[in-house]
């Protein structure tokens, strides 16, 4: 199963509402994960079962979606929330990830 | 607390093997299988391979089939990535990740090591 997240990268602001989405090849329900990622760090799990919070995770990040098609909303986007964003399926194996989306500083 | 520690960089040449460990502590070792995702510089998530650690049984991407092996060792909570045949398309940081066995808790990577760069250079 292939991911495809669109934007490959976003530029935006504090305060800016940002979504990115993850398409999948096929349908994987709602089998999925998405990741943060800074820089020289290891991933951190935010969403799983497409829109489950993960506990600690800020409520300003929420998923949606289920089949092929998937979102990632941040309502509000935060100083520390600048990094790249990760799905994950686990429909079957491998355990893919899409491309990844790089949130960037406007 | 949860923790998975992975051991230290390694540099190695073309054609070597290289094994990564990867500790566990602060959970029942058993009751989560652990996987491998490997990050080239610059580039996204690769997931390698997974093994149940109760049982041991492994599944591999099927890239890697032939190269990688992946072990555990529940006496000690710690699980091993070994990767042969070393070329320098292998340069990445490797990282371990748990998933919950059971079927209500998994479908998650929710606890990840530290990762280790292992370079491939002649």
């Known amino acids: 199963i292939q991911l495809t997240q669109s934007p490959s990268s976003l530029s935006a602001s504090v305060g800016e509402r940002v979504t990115i989405t993850c398409r999948a090849s096929?349908?994987?329900?709602?089998?999925l994960a998405w990741y943060q990622q800074k820089p020289g760090k290891a991933p951190k799990l935010l969403i799983y079962?497409?829109?489950t919070l993960q506990t600690g995770v800020p409520s300003r990040f929420s998923g949606s979606g289920s089949g092929t098609d998937f979102t990632l909303t941040i309502s509000s986007l935060q100083p520390e929330d600048f990094a790249t964003y990760y799905c994950q399926q686990f429909n079957n194996y491998p355990r893919t990830f899409g491309q990844g989306t790089k949130v960037e500083v406007k | 607390q949860v923790q998975l520690v992975q051991s230290g960089a390694e540099v190695k040449k073309p054609g070597a093997s290289v094994k990564v460990s990867c500790k566990a502590s602060g959970y029942m070792f058993t009751s989560y299988f652990m996987h491998w995702v490997r990050q080239a510089p610059g580039q996204g998530l690769e997931w390698m391979g997974i093994t149940k650690t109760s049982g041991g049984a492994t599944t591999y991407a099927q890239k890697f089939e032939g190269r990688v092996t992946v072990t555990s060792d529940t006496s000690t909570s710690t699980v091993y990535l070994e990767l042969r045949s070393l070329t320098s398309e292998d340069t990445a940081v490797y990282y371990c990740a748990r998933e919950a066995a059971s079927r209500r808790d998994g479908f998650k990577f929710d606890e990840w090591g530290q990762g280790t760069l292992v370079t491939v250079s002649s």
């Open positions: 079962a497409a829109s």
């Open positions: 096929q349908g994987i329900s709602s089998y």
